[in-house]
T-cell receptor, first 109, second 115 residues
Framework: GQNIDQPTEMTATEGAIVQINCTYQ??????LFWYQQHAGEAPTFLSY??LDGLEEKGRFSSFLSRSKGYSYLLLKVLQMKDSASYLCVRRDSNYQLIWGAGTKLIIKP | DTGVSQNPRHKITKRGQNVTFRCDPI?????LYWYRQTLGQGPEFLTYFQNEAQLEKSRLLSDRFSAERPKGSFSTLEIQRTEQGDSAMYLCASSLGVKGGNTIYFGEGSWLTVV
């Protein structure tokens, strides 16, 4: 994706915690989304951050640092169904969405 | 089901043929988007509508691609003279405006295979 960097693939163990990092171009920044996408399916919304800090939603949390152009998605108590790609999405000042290529998360028992 | 629906879900076509995909957005959503996604990549923006007006069209969209949303409700995406490089999943999404945390909601996608 244009100006969005996230790891291509990560592996974690069921029950553990994993953090997926995303860095993005800061100019014209207007919000950061995380989407989950299971293989062969459409992306589904997970979280939205526009101000610095941590947003918690159940087992998933998302963090944003605007000055650093950095976000992470934190997944706790991993379940096998969490195996999916996680897409970092930056919204610009024109409200256009710039999608990362996604991080494929593999959960092992 | 009140989500975004797309059809057909799968289409296999011969190179050179025309194909059309339909998208029915969530009923109160005024914005409708088309994206294309290939394996291992995030969705690529193609075009979007605000009600019936097509406000932006990606440079990725060649002249063979056309999209319409005639009554501001459902939309169609037509690909003329398909090429093998058009094989991808075509995603439709809708949203209620763009401000704040208004998210876009995706349909299940239409898979196109050009042989």
């Amino acid at each position: 994706g244009q100006n969005i960097d996230q790891p291509t693939e990560m592996t974690a163990t069921e029950g553990a915690i994993v953090q997926i990092n995303c860095t993005y171009q800061t100019s014209g920044f207007n919000g950061l989304f995380w989407y989950q996408q299971h293989a062969g399916e459409a992306p589904t919304f997970l979280s939205y951050n526009v101000l610095d800090g941590l947003e918690e939603k159940g087992r998933f949390s998302s963090f944003l640092s605007r000055s650093k152009g950095y976000s992470y998605l934190l997944l706790k108590v991993l379940q096998m169904k969490d195996s999916a790609s996680y897409l970092c999405v930056r919204r610009d000042s024109n409200y256009q969405l710039i999608w990362g290529a996604g991080t494929k998360l593999i959960i092992k028992p | 089901d009140t989500g975004v629906s797309q059809n057909p879900r799968h289409k296999i076509t011969k190179r050179g043929q025309n194909v059309t995909f339909r998208c029915d957005p969530i009923s109160e959503h005024n914005r409708l988007y088309w994206y294309r996604q290939t394996l291992g990549q995030g969705p690529e923006f193609l075009t979007y509508f605000q009600n019936e007006a097509q406000l932006e069209k990606s440079r990725l969209l060649s002249d063979r691609f056309s999209a319409e949303r005639p009554k501001g409700s459902f939309s169609t995406l037509e690909i003329q003279r398909t090429e093998q490089g058009d094989s991808a999943m075509y995603l439709c999404a809708s949203s209620l405006g763009v401000k704040g945390g208004n998210t876009i909601y995706f349909g299940e996608g239409s898979w196109l295979t050009v042989v």
